[in-house]
């Protein structure tokens, strides 16, 4: 069992930056990849945005290619969003996770971009 917690998320204008982080509770070397999505107002489905795996390949949705970087610190088994240039659309309930032999998730924090 892995627990994941996540930090960071807030009310941001836009245009602003928010880095969002995600600590697992056993070595992030354990974990084959580890990423983010994220759930909007009214949608059900959650939409990926970022990953990264244990040799530290990432991959990114079209959608915030180039705004977000995720990353990796190892000595914190800590997972990072970085989010620039962020818009209203932006809004949403930001997930972490990681895939062992599982699947495993947060709780979610949440980021709103608002004036």
């Known amino acids: 069992q892995v627990q994941l917690v996540e930090s960071g998320g807030g009310l941001v204008q836009p245009g602003g930056s928010q880095k969002l982080s995600c600590v697992a509770s056993t070595s992030i070397f354990r974990i084959n990849v580890m990423g983010w999505y994220r759930q909007a107002p009214g949608k059900q489905q959650r939409e990926f945005l970022a990953l990264i795996t244990r040799g530290g390949t990432t991959n990114y949705a079209d959608s915030v290619k180039g705004r977000f970087t995720i990353s990796r610190d190892n000595t914190k088994n800590t997972v990072y969003l970085q989010m620039n240039s962020l818009k209203p659309e932006d809004t949403a309930v930001y997930y972490c996770?990681?895939?062992?032999?599982?699947?495993?998730w947060g709780q979610g924090t949440q980021v709103t971009v608002s004036s």
């Open positions: 996770y990681a895939v062992l032999e599982n699947t495993y």
